[in-house]
């Protein structure tokens, strides 16, 4: 049984995707397909913001947007269809990965030959080496939430550290593509790796604690 939780409207990307599901769920399309379609759209994105023209690295927000969208109706369809796999379930956790890396990589080698400085490809590099690791500790660290009788699961309420946690982690992560799209708009979107290379390493970490497992949207 899934533990999830949510604050309010948020994650947007849940609620935005829910129209979605119902339009994607009336056509014969597995939710793997719909994960190889958000994997594109990921990698898509990436590519773009590795170019200095401001059309095309909006144009690469929306892709990310997309992305999201889609990461966020293969499961719900999988449930649906009654189609829910171990392999659906590692092939979205890959893409999840390859997505993150390859964004973070492609917005640090962007900024780097906008301005020539180093430091943007290191930012890029540590924003990208956060995720990796983050997603290897998750194949080797497993899910509290898997292991608990269903009745204690759905007595699980956040609370204290954590619903920071949960704050951070969860609905930080699961509506980023938002905080993307913002500050593309802006022309701004550099700000983010500053962010993402120390941020990046804190969610890891958040790993480690006992909230980070118990709780997810």
């Known amino acids: 049984m899934d533990n999830t939780t949510s604050l309010g409207v948020f994650p947007l990307v849940r609620k935005l995707s ?6 994607i769920s009336r056509f014969p399309i597995t939710p793997n397909q719909i994960t190889m379609l958000s994997l594109i759209a990921g990698v898509g994105a990436a ?10 690295r909006l144009i690469g927000a929306v892709l990310f947007v997309f992305c999201y969208l889609l990461d966020n ?14 392999f659906g379930d590692f092939f979205d956790t890959f893409v999840d990965w390859i997505v993150h890396t390859t964004l973070f990589l492609a917005l ?45 699961q759905a007595s699980l309420h956040p ?8 704050i951070f982690r969860e609905l930080t992560r699961a509506d980023f593509c938002f905080i993307l799209l913002i500050l593309t708009l802006l022309d701004s979107e550099w700000l983010l790796l500053p962010a993402a290379a120390i941020g990046a390493q804190v969610y890891w970490l958040t790993q480690f604690m006992e909230g980070a497992r118990k709780f997810h949207v």
Not at 75 to 80: K, Q
């Open 47 to 56: 590519a773009c913001f590795i170019q200095n023209d401001y059309q095309v």
């Open 108 to 152: 640090g080698y962007g900024n780097y030959q906008l301005n020539g400085d180093l430091v943007w490809l290191w930012f890029g590099f540590f924003a990208g080496a956060g995720a990796s690791i983050n997603y290897f500790l998750g194949l080797f660290i497993k899910d509290k939430d898997n292991q608990l009788p269903e009745c204690e």
């Open 159 to 166: 609370n204290g550290n954590d619903l920071f946690v949960l």
């Open 73 to 86: 109706c293969d499961g719900e369809i999988a449930r649906l269809k009654h189609l829910n796999s171990e």
């Open 18 to 23: 829910q129209p979605i599901i119902v339009l």
